[in-house]
């Protein structure tokens, strides 16, 4: 276990984007394993530019949870269906959705994925951590026929391509997560009536970074354009 980072050092790297919320008890040992998975597999196939187990904890399991900690608190993570939905567009090694689906498990995750490489990788954390109530698709977002009551977008090429890919893929009523860099402006995609409560949350220890989340209202009219 020689990638191994403690989990005292984990939990105190996260405080920031946790900010006290309620978490599940087993959350950082799972994390623990998943970091460890993560840098096995970063060391021959390229899952993520960050290399240093640090950062990763906190660019990644910390913005991601951050974004579980929105969601979560806005209402989005509840729903009157049996099992409130989730799909992670563009998910790579699985940010935000594996964070959010450990900060709350009773919500179904779809992890969408077109690279082979990053679905195997998918695969085998949600085997290794004994997941359920989780599933990955490798396939493009636009290939869908489902739409799900929350749709997050983190880090992906051809970010005003996927807006609206993401955007349709959430069902009325839904909500829409973003990961994205402070200059960006989805508002102006997002500005026909069918979106409502659009809001920015600036992410612990970053000057750029925010998560933005929308509501599609119940009654539809128009694609995002």
């Not at 989990?7 to 959350?27: H, K, M, V, Y």
């Not at 809001?199 to 694609?223: C, M």
């Amino acid at each position: 276990m020689a990638f191994m980072l403690a989990a005292s050092r984990i939990s105190e790297l996260l405080a920031p984007f946790l900010a006290g919320a309620e978490t599940p008890q087993e959350l950082v040992p799972q994390l623990q394993t998943y970091l460890d998975l993560l840098l096995r597999w970063n060391a021959r196939v390229n899952l993520t530019a960050v290399r240093d187990p640090e950062q990763i904890v906190t660019r990644h399991f910390g913005e991601s949870l951050f974004a579980g900690r929105v969601l979560r608190e806005s209402g989005a993570l509840t729903s009157t269906d049996p099992v409130p939905t989730l799909a992670d567009i563009g998910s790579g090694p699985g940010f935000p959705g594996i964070p959010i689906k450990l900060l709350a498990p009773h919500v179904d995750v779809t992890l969408i994925e077109s690279n082979h490489k990053k679905t195997a990788f998918l695969r085998e954390v949600v085997r290794l951590l004994n997941l359920t109530g989780i599933g990955v698709l490798s396939a493009r977002a636009e290939t869908l026929a489902r739409q799900f009551g929350v749709v997050t977008l983190r880090a992906v090429e051809k970010y005003d391509t996927a807006l609206p890919v993401a955007a349709d893929l959430v069902q009325a009523g839904g909500t829409l997560c973003l990961l994205i860099g402070g200059s960006q402006r989805p508002e102006s995609k997002l500005a026909n009536q069918d979106w409502k409560g659009k809001n920015r949350h600036s992410i612990p220890l970053s000057n750029e970074r925010v998560v933005f989340i929308a509501q599609k209202s119940v009654e539809i009219n128009l694609s995002v354009e």
